[in-house]
C-alpha cells in the first residue's frame, strides 16, 4: 500500500512542479500549486518512511514464524555438522564427537545431551521464542501450521540421518522443554513423534 502511495506522490510531484513553473511563467499566482508541491512532498516522505525496507517493524505473527524459520536453519544445518566421522575413531568417542558437535550447532536453541545407555541425544529447548510457540501450540495445536512447526519437525529429519550415518542405527534424537513430554522425538532418520500434529 504505501509503495503504491510512494509512487503516486512521486508522479504528483513532477506534476504539481511543472504547474508551480508553468504559473511562473504565465504571471499567475504560485501559492495553490506550492501548497500542493509540499503536502505531495510530505505525504510521499511519509510513504517512503514506512515503506518495510526503511521501518523495520514486524507483526507477532511474523516474529514467531521468523524465530522458528530461524531454528529451522540451525537444525539443517546442525545434520551436517557430523555427517562426516573419521571411521578410526572408537563409538565413544564418535559419540562424543558428535554431541559436542550437535551442542555447538543447536547452542541458540539449548543444552544437548546424551544419554548413552539409551542411545539418545536430548535437546532441553530453552530458546524463548520456541518456547513460547511450544507453549501456544500446546494451548492450541491447530496453530502449527501457521507457525510453520511442520518444516520446523521436518528439518530434523536429515539431522536424525545424519546420526545414523556417523553412529549407526539405534540413536533418537529427543526435544523437549525442560522435564515434559518431549514434542519431537526422530530415530534413525524418522519423525517417530510430533506432538503436535
Not at 19 to 43: K, M, Y
Not at 88 to 100: G, H, L, N, P
Not at 115 to 133: G, R
Request: positive net charge.
Amino acid at each position: 500500500m504505501f509503495l503504491g502511495i510512494a509512487i503516486l506522490g512521486a508522479i504528483f510531484i513532477v506534476i504539481t512542479l511543472f504547474s508551480v513553473i508553468n504559473a511562473g511563467h504565465r504571471g499567475e499566482s504560485r501559492r495553490g500549486p506550492l501548497l500542493v508541491l509540499v503536502l505531495t512532498i510530505l505525504i510521499t516522505a511519509g510513504a517512503v518512511w514506512k515503506l518495510p525496507y526503511w521501518s523495520g517493524q514486524q507483526k507477532s505473527a511474523q516474529s514467531t514464524a521468523s524465530s522458528v524459520s530461524q531454528t529451522s536453519t540451525i537444525s539443517s544445518q546442525s545434520g551436517q555438522a557430523f555427517a562426516s566421522s573419521d571411521h578410526t575413531m572408537t563409538q565413544a568417542d564418535a559419540e562424543k564427537q558428535v554431541t559436542q558437535q550437535l551442542a555447538k550447532s543447536l547452542k541458540k536453541l539449548g543444552p544437548v545431551t546424551f544419554d548413552k545407555a539409551t542411545k539418545t541425544y536430548t535437546l532441553t529447548i530453552t530458546n524463548k521464542n520456541l518456547k513460547q510457540t511450544i507453549k501456544g501450540l500446546h494451548a492450541d495445536p491447530s496453530q502449527a501450521k501457521q507457525a510453520k512447526w511442520p518444516k520446523f519437525a521436518h528439518n530434523f529429519i536429515q539431522t536424525s540421518a545424519s546420526l545414523k550415518k556417523a553412529l549407526g542405527k539405534g540413536y533418537s534424537l529427543v526435544m523437549r522443554v525442560g522435564k515434559q513430554s518431549p514434542v519431537l522425538v526422530y530415530k534413525d532418520g524418522y519423525l517417530t513423534k510430533n506432538q503436535f500434529e
